[in-house]
């Protein structure tokens, strides 16, 4: 057997070798990147929720009667009442979550937090998260991460809120920006 037919009989297999391992890894890093990391608090109650975990309002407003007696009349109403919309978009539940296990755990408080998106007990992060799942076709949640208000710590509920009628759907109609968030945040506001 030559030389040349010895040094070809170990380079192919080595070649092959080589090829396979490099395709493998490329595979393994192209799925890794294709997979997006698992949503955090409050995103987990929308995406681990199934279709009857979601109320009827009705249920809602057993608990909380004045808060649905004014909700009708809040520009976020017509959008949620659309019988058109898949259950985790529409009603109570669409800004909130699937209220099912947010009534299976009424007996013990420290778990009711747990299963509901109560906007005044999360972080501003978690808050501006919820509301990006309806509100990302206007300002997308990478595109909010990088604005003054993200950066901080300011969510979209420190300014808006659902729970008002519609001629005062921002807070800061009410009550006007504290002056350290004034010049931190926005020109509109210096």
């Given at each position: 057997?030559?030389?040349?037919?010895?040094?070809?009989?170990?380079?192919?297999?080595?070649?092959?070798?080589?090829?396979?391992?490099?395709?493998?890894?490329?595979?393994?890093?192209?799925?890794?990147?294709?997979?997006?990391?698992?949503?955090?608090?409050?995103?987990?109650?929308?995406?681990?929720?199934?279709?009857?975990?979601y109320?009827?309002?009705?249920?809602?407003?057993?608990?909380?009667?004045?808060?649905?007696?004014?909700?009708?009349?809040?520009?976020?109403?017509?959008?949620?009442?659309?019988?058109?919309?898949?259950?985790?978009?529409?009603?109570?539940?669409?800004?909130?979550?699937?209220?099912?296990n947010?009534?299976?755990?009424?007996?013990?408080?420290?778990?009711?937090?747990?299963?509901?998106?109560?906007?005044?007990?999360?972080?501003?992060?978690?808050?501006?998260?919820?509301?990006?799942?309806?509100?990302?076709?206007?300002?997308?949640?990478?595109?909010?991460?990088?604005?003054?208000?993200?950066?901080?710590?300011?969510?979209?509920?420190?300014?808006?809120?659902?729970?008002?009628?519609?001629?005062?759907?921002?807070?800061?109609?009410?009550k006007?920006?504290?002056?350290?968030?004034?010049?931190?945040?926005s020109?509109?506001?210096?």
């Amino acid at each position: 057997m030559s030389q040349r037919s010895t040094r070809a009989g170990v380079f192919l297999p080595a070649l092959i070798l080589v090829t396979s391992t490099v395709c493998l890894l490329g595979a393994a890093v192209w799925v890794e990147a294709d997979r997006k990391p698992p949503p955090r608090f409050p995103l987990t109650l929308f995406a681990l929720a199934r279709s009857e975990d979601y109320l009827d309002d009705e249920v809602c407003a057993g608990c909380h009667p004045s808060i649905a007696a004014e909700f009708p009349r809040t520009y976020h109403a017509a959008h949620v009442r659309d019988t058109k919309l898949p259950a985790e978009k529409r009603g109570c539940q669409a800004c909130h979550g699937p209220g099912q296990n947010h009534i299976s755990n009424l007996e013990d408080p420290a778990k009711i937090g747990q299963h509901i998106v109560r906007y005044g007990k999360i972080k501003p992060a978690e808050a501006s998260a919820a509301c990006m799942r309806c509100h990302e076709t206007v300002m997308h949640s990478a595109r909010w991460a990088r604005t003054a208000h993200a950066r901080n710590g300011v969510g979209c509920t420190d300014c808006h809120t659902v729970h008002h009628v519609r001629r005062s759907s921002l807070v800061a109609e009410e009550k006007p920006a504290s002056a350290d968030l004034r010049g931190a945040l926005s020109p509109m506001y210096s």
